[in-house]
Each structure stands twice: as C-alpha cells, then as structure tokens.
C-alpha cells in the first residue's frame, strides 16, 4: 500500500508509504483525490509521511513527455481538492518536502514541521519549474518570498518558514506527531458547518484557482516541455550527471 489511512477522533490521516522518500506516482494521487472527495464526517485531513521524509514529490520519470500531461493534471486535481475539501487540510512534515511534497506542504490549510525539515523546489536546477508553486505561491506569500522558493531551487529550513508565518509550528522530531495531534485535536470540536463556511469564504482571495492553475499548466506542456534544456534537465538527473544547458 503507498498510502495509509487511519480516522480517528475527528481526524482522517493520510499517510504516504512509499519509503524511504515517499516519491508520488498517479495512482496515489488518484487516490487521495478519491478520499477527500468522498463524504467524511472528518474535520480534519492530515497528511504524513512515512520513512526518512514527508515526501521528495512526483516521480521524475512521469514528467517526461510521454507522461507529463496526465500528471501534471492529476497534480492540479489534488491541490483543488485541497481547497474543496469541507474542513482543513494539514501537512505534518518530518524530515523534508521537496518538489511536489513541498507544494503539497505548503498549499495545506495548516503546517507543522519537524525543527530542522527542509522544504524547496529544486525543480528549476533541472530546467523545469514548479506548476502549482508558480501558480499559487505569489498569492500565499510576499513575492520575494515565492520568487525565493520557486528561482533559487535551495532548500529553507522549517524554523525559517515558522518565522516568515508560513509553518504554523516546528517541534523536535520525536514529540512531532503527538504535538501536532494535540494542536490539531481542539479543531475538531468546532462545527462542521462553520468550518465548512469560514473555509469557503476565505476561498474569496482565491478567485478563478483552477482557471489560474490551467493557465500555468499550458504554460509548462505547451512551452516548457517544448525546449530542449527541460528534456535535458530531467535526463541528466535520471542519468546521474550534470546537465548541459543550451539555453533553449
């Protein structure tokens, strides 16, 4: 099973159990999609991982052309699935979320972390870029912040995003899971209904998000995936070597 879950208390845990660094095919998006689509009396959906990290994102072999388009779309369709979701979606992050896994993180409703957990997009070091973390970020976060994330591929420490307001809490690794459940166990108490409604209209600072997320997937299918340094890029990490840019 690459995802686990477990509904408890009000909370339905979505666990990622691909170790050791939960890397997402389509079949898992599919399914979480699934989940969070379906009635759940669940006021809360948190999101985990197994083994040394929360997740290093997407397989690098589905952004290939022969396969970029399905997922690239599936993507999309779980981020809005966040957003549709009647109560709050919450990443619990140890370790690391990188790529994809980053911008599950930090499109969740809520985020705790592990004090030291890294979170980055390297995907621009492998001449590509991030569509959901493009699309969203600029209006989650200070452009300078977004701009930081998205162009310098580095990785920012958890402490650093809790400071910037972006990681609502950071404990140490081996109290992480019960903190975070005891920090989320006081939302469930509140009324679905209100839960539902306050996330609704907080949506208003979202206008037109699958039409802003499309746009800037046509971006990456229709231009990106069309020069020759984003095949390049993608395989040299594949092969294990350095790329050679031809800036085109």
């Not at 197994?50 to 970029?68: N, Q, R, W, Y």
């Not at 979170?119 to 600029?138: H, M, N, S, T």
């Given at each position: 099973?690459?995802?686990?879950?477990?509904?408890?208390?009000?909370?339905?845990?979505?666990?990622?159990?691909?170790?050791?660094?939960?890397?997402?095919?389509?079949?898992?998006?599919?399914?979480m999609i699934g989940i969070l689509a379906r009635d759940?009396?669940?006021?809360?959906?948190?999101?985990?991982?197994?083994?040394?990290?929360?997740?290093?994102?997407?397989?690098?072999?589905?952004?290939?052309?022969?396969?970029?388009?399905?997922?690239?779309?599936?993507?999309?369709?779980?981020?809005?699935?966040?957003?549709?979701?009647?109560?709050?979606?919450?990443?619990?992050?140890?370790?690391?979320?990188?790529?994809?896994?980053?911008?599950?993180?930090?499109?969740?409703?809520?985020?705790?972390?592990?004090?030291?957990?890294?979170?980055?997009?390297?995907?621009?070091?492998?001449?590509?870029?991030?569509?959901?973390?493009?699309?969203?970020?600029?209006?989650?976060?200070?452009?300078?912040?977004?701009?930081?994330?998205?162009?310098?591929?580095e990785s920012v420490k958890a402490e650093e995003l809790?400071?910037?307001?972006?990681?609502?809490?950071?404990?140490?690794?081996?109290?992480?899971?019960?903190?975070?459940?005891?920090?989320?166990?006081?939302?469930?108490?509140?009324?679905?209904?209100?839960?539902?409604?306050?996330?609704?209209?907080?949506?208003?600072?979202?206008?037109?998000?699958?039409?802003?997320?499309?746009?800037?997937?046509?971006?990456?299918?229709?231009?990106?995936?069309?020069?020759?340094?984003?095949?390049?890029?993608?395989?040299?990490?594949?092969?294990k070597r350095k790329p050679t840019w031809k800036n085109?």
């Amino acid at each position: 099973m690459t995802l686990l879950l477990e509904e408890k208390d009000g909370i339905l845990t979505l666990d990622f159990n691909s170790p050791p660094v939960n890397i997402l095919r389509a079949e898992t998006l599919r399914d979480m999609i699934g989940i969070l689509a379906r009635d759940s009396p669940a006021k809360v959906a948190v999101l985990k991982g197994s083994g040394k990290m929360f997740c290093a994102g997407l397989d690098v072999k589905d952004h290939l052309p022969d396969k970029v388009e399905e997922m690239i779309r599936l993507f999309s369709e779980l981020i809005v699935a966040f957003f549709e979701f009647p109560g709050l979606v919450v990443s619990v992050v140890h370790g690391g979320a990188l790529g994809g896994g980053c911008e599950i993180a930090l499109c969740s409703d809520l985020l705790l972390a592990e004090k030291g957990a890294d979170f980055g997009q390297p995907e621009i070091k492998l001449g590509v870029f991030p569509p959901a973390a493009c699309a969203l970020y600029p209006v989650l976060f200070p452009s300078k912040i977004s701009n930081h994330i998205i162009f310098s591929g580095e990785s920012v420490k958890a402490e650093e995003l809790e400071r910037l307001g972006i990681v609502n809490r950071t404990f140490e690794r081996d109290v992480l899971f019960d903190k975070a459940h005891q920090f989320l166990l006081p939302l469930t108490k509140l009324s679905s209904a209100a839960v539902r409604l306050a996330k609704k209209a907080s949506l208003v600072n979202f206008p037109q998000l699958k039409e802003r997320l499309e746009t800037v997937n046509r971006i990456y299918l229709d231009e990106l995936m069309k020069t020759e340094d984003a095949i390049e890029g993608l395989t040299a990490f594949l092969e294990k070597r350095k790329p050679t840019w031809k800036n085109r």
